[in-house]
């Protein structure tokens, strides 16, 4: 029987064949086969997905069922160490709670559908939608993962601008800075690093692997490593020395630093006369920021500023100021990374052992491929958040999503019916929970692509099940010097789908499925030309180095239109700024018993999608609300007790840990907590949920969600264990 | 015949539990049931304060209390240095749990015995790591055969001079601790 792309679908009750529907010669019928020629234990080579950081894994399958996942030796990412969220994977696959086919709303219920009738009735939706509105009615977002190339066609062969990554509530000021100014953004060579700055990144809570075995590494040679945090966490604990500094100051200690490795001279005549311009007009701009005017606004002594900067400086060039990752904090976070980027160059460490890096290998951009599909044409409405436009070119390439919706309920610029979320929750993850929800029940039609029922997935119309990592393939992985593949591990467990075959099938439902035309080893196979790797040689090694690993130290091409570093930078005046990095304030004050909301990572669960993990939930079921000992004394509160946490936007209630480990102007709670669907048993109402204390703004230089710049009032509402 | 040992460098330890999942994985524990617990100690008042963190498990001691006070033998230690409980023989009584002063011993609630770290003696045997030290993604975890005068942990122990925890009991573990 010859089986069209239609009766496929109409067979989808046959869970296993589904994974048939990936095509051609990777169908997963060939991987079995492969795999079904080895004893019952089988040890397959893929990617993580239980963070964003895909580190390498190998997966052991005894008897078809995965029994462990450990680091792959060969893979740059974890270099055969996986963190706990990694090692704790097979309990997402063999979750009970997860989406399990296929669910349509109906009332307050949702229904199971089949394949067919989802992609029918959405592409039917979806066309309806673009020809009273406009393609750009829809907006699409995601947490962006290897399929993200799939999207980008579809958006664009829709005719949609609107694709937005969660980079606003993530990386966007690092990214837009170091972009802006270094033509690139680079990481830092933790291994090899002498002196070290933190401004706010947790290299132990916020964890990618290979930066922490570095750090660590790079520790037990005697690097100095400094951490600035208005908490004492994690990461301060093991490093040489905690700044305790005040929240949303760390900008003034870095605009101190640069007048002190400038009046002192010491910084590298070298590197800034040959790979830099405007460091005359950054002299002239920190004249006013001594170490004096930092202690009064950052609460450090101006002696401690003197002493870490000129230990950081006499360590040049392995000296860093990390670029950080998740920086969407204060309304100046954008600022406080350029004046990071500044220092940096200012050590002239950039490609230097212990020094910043840029990554050495890339695919080409998804848009400049040809072969494949008809040419891709950029859409021509305007973004509906503006980014990448006049006010808000920094922007460009990273989004606004956390104001969604505002956009929705304005109606401004253009009406918003259709909304596609992909691995992506920002129901609870873009702050202001309450708007979020109130929005999404406006639009015409909202349709989530996940592994469990989140609670964007609660607001949907209807929910498509992905496959999880361990079950499916995804395009290849740049890592490192090496090229990476995502492979099943075992045959979806049910009637799910890779998110490449959703994408392939809506397209074919909206009528731009000439846009998706190959399967996913052709794909791949195009990506990967460049490098003479293919899809099945990928798929028996799991990973393939692209060169001997051996670190070149030298000044890479630099990319900005100067092509130096531009310490004057014209993309930040052209963004409403100075040219050179300037003092602002962070957005609020605390004051009158108002206190900063701050919140972050744990090392064990990742942002809102690990909480029904059980080995994760048993590991840590909830958080607490950290706050200062004599911050608690005023207000009462004891260690333990029940508190409610209320901003100008909602309220929570949460135990108090009563700890000398935080700034007493300021309150701390991990993140991702609180979750609301009960689809998900375990991790149901257990702990609080930041999403509904912090509200959906936009810091002016990139766009960022800025979800620090919040007040709280915390009062005792009940006694607890400790009472 | 090997005599197996392990250092944990603190100094390197990120807090990151991943050594806990690891080895509830391998041994495909229920949630809960940790075989290593991660002990925080805070200490100071603001600014100057001071978060420490301890990773205990089974110090597979040479003169092990819960050997000794096992009334049935199922506790017992094997030539090669690793404490193992061998759950057909165990009574359930816990006396082992009061006298281990690690408070190493968890409940194993389905079967009523309270188990303990293995030393991973089926990899270890296999010439592999324990899962907790192939994991560690802070390379704080160090596993060797004190036997073998080649083996690096004797450099290892020695370079950073590490101490078992409360040398002073007598107990002989067979884990070394960088503080």
């Known amino acids: ?723 | 015949m090997p005599k197996y040992a392990m250092v944990i460098d603190m100094t390197k330890c990120a807090a990151c539990q991943a050594c806990t999942v690891a080895c509830e994985a391998e041994w495909g524990l229920p949630p809960g049931e940790k075989f290593t617990r991660l002990e925080e100690r805070e200490t100071g008042s603001f600014p100057n304060v001071q978060r420490e963190f301890l990773l205990i498990q089974c110090q597979h001691c040479d003169n092990a209390p819960c050997v000794e006070v096992c009334p049935t033998g199922a506790t017992y230690k094997r030539d090669d240095g690793i404490v193992l409980v061998d759950e057909k023989r165990c009574a359930g009584c816990k006396y082992c749990m009061v006298a281990c002063p690690y408070q190493a011993r968890v409940i194993n609630h389905e079967k009523g015995v309270p188990e303990k770290c293995r030393f991973c003696y089926h990899r270890v045997e296999q010439g592999k790591k324990p899962a907790c030290v192939s994991t560690c993604i802070g390379e704080a975890r160090y596993f060797g055969d004190l036997d073998n005068p080649n083996d690096e942990i004797h450099r290892i122990i020695q370079e950073k001079q590490a101490k078992p925890l409360r040398g002073d009991l007598g107990t002989k573990p067979s884990i070394y601790y960088v503080r």
């Open chain 1, 1 to 723: 029987m010859k089986l069209t792309r239609r009766s496929f679908l109409k067979a989808s009750a046959a869970t296993g064949a589904l994974a048939a529907l990936s095509g051609g010669v990777m169908s997963f019928e060939r991987w079995s086969a492969k795999a079904a020629e080895s004893s019952d234990v089988k040890m397959i080579p893929s990617i993580c997905e239980m963070c964003g950081t895909k580190c390498g894994i190998i997966v052991k399958v005894k008897n078809g069922r995965v029994v462990k996942i450990e680091g792959n030796k060969d893979h740059p990412n974890g270099k055969g160490k996986i963190c706990a969220r990694g090692n704790a994977g097979m309990k997402l696959l063999y979750d009970p709670d997860r989406l399990k086919q296929p669910l349509k709303r109906e009332g307050d219920k949702f229904v199971p559908i089949s394949w067919e009738q989802a992609f029918r009735e959405i592409g039917e939706k979806l066309k309806e939608i673009k020809a009273k509105y406009g393609p750009e009615a829809l907006v699409w977002s995601t947490h962006p993962e290897l399929v993200n190339d799939y999207e980008v066609i579809f958006n664009q062969a829709f005719g949609s601008p609107n694709l937005s990554p969660h980079a606003p509530t993530c990386y966007s000021p690092r990214n837009a800075a170091y972009k802006a100014i270094y033509g690139d953004v680079p990481t830092v060579d933790y291994g090899n690093v002498k002196y070290y700055i933190s401004c706010g990144r947790n290299l132990v809570e916020g964890i990618s692997v290979s930066q922490v075995t570095g750090i660590m590494k790079a520790k037990e040679k005697g690097a100095k490593i400094i951490v600035l945090d208005p908490r004492y966490s994690n990461f301060a604990a093991l490093a040489s020395e905690w700044v305790p500094i005040r929240p949303g100051t760390d900008l003034a200690f870095l605009l101190a630093m640069i007048y002190l490795i400038i009046k002192n001279e010491w910084y590298d005549k070298e590197f800034v006369a040959n790979y830099t311009v405007g460091f005359d007009e950054v002299a002239a701009e920190v004249e006013k920021y001594t170490p004096k005017w930092a202690e009064e606004i950052t609460g450090i002594p101006a002696a401690t500023i003197e002493r870490i900067t000129e230990e950081f400086a006499k360590a040049k060039p392995a000296a860093v100021i990390d670029p950080g990752w998740h920086t969407s904090r204060y309304m100046n976070s954008t600022e406080m990374v350029r004046a990071g980027a500044v220092i940096n160059a200012l050590m002239g460490n950039l490609g230097q052992k212990g020094g910043l890096k840029f990554s050495k290998y890339n695919f080409t951009k998804v848009e400049e491929r040809e072969g494949l599909w008809p040419k891709l044409e950029k859409p021509k409405a305007k973004r509906f958040d503006g980014a990448g436009g006049e006010k808000w070119p920094l922007a460009k390439g990273l989004g606004m999503i956390q104001m969604l919706p505002e956009h929705i309920l304005s109606g401004e610029p253009y009406p918003i019916k259709a909304y596609i979320a992909n691995h992506h929750n920002p129901v609870r993850s873009a702050g202001n929970s309450k708007k979020w929800i109130e929005a999404l029940k406006k639009l015409d039609l909202v349709v989530v692509i996940d592994v469990q029922m989140s609670e964007t997935a609660l607001m949907a119309h209807y929910v498509l099940p992905e496959s999880t990592y361990l079950e499916r393939f995804d395009p290849p992985q740049i890592a490192g010097n090496a090229v990476a593949l995502r492979q099943p591990a075992v045959k979806p467990l049910h009637n799910t789908m890779g998110a490449d075959d959703i994408i392939k099938e809506l397209a074919h439902e909206v009528g731009i499925g000439q846009y998706f035309n190959y399967t996913l080893e052709q794909f791949s196979d195009q990506m990967l030309k460049p490098f003479n790797v293919t899809f099945k040689q990928l798929m028996e090694k799991g990973v393939i180095a692209l060169d001997d690993g051996k670190p070149v130290n030298k000044v890479p091409e630099i990319k900005t239109e100067s092509k130096k570093i531009e310490l004057s930078s014209p993309a930040f005046e052209k963004a409403g700024t100075k040219r050179v990095p300037t003092w602002v304030p962070p957005g609020v004050t605390e004051r009158n018993g108002k206190l900063r909301f701050l919140h972050g990572h744990t090392a064990v669960h990742t942002h809102t999608s690990t909480f029904n993990n059980e080995y994760l939930h048993a590991l840590m079921p909830e958080n607490v609300l950290w706050i200062n000992t004599r911050t608690a004394e005023k207000l009462g509160i004891n260690n333990g007790d029940l508190v409610e946490v209320k901003s100008d936007y909602g309220k929570v209630t949460i135990k108090a840990k009563v700890t000398e480990a935080i700034h007493p102007d300021a309150v701390f709670m991990v993140h991702g907590f609180g979750g609301f669907s009960p689809y998900q048993k375990k991790a149901y109402h257990k702990g609080a949920s930041t999403s509904f204390i912090v509200p959906n703004h936009a810091e002016p230089l990139s766009g960022a969600s800025a979800d620090c710049e919040v007040l709280v009032e915390v009062r005792k509402i009940g006694g607890g264990a400790n009472a």
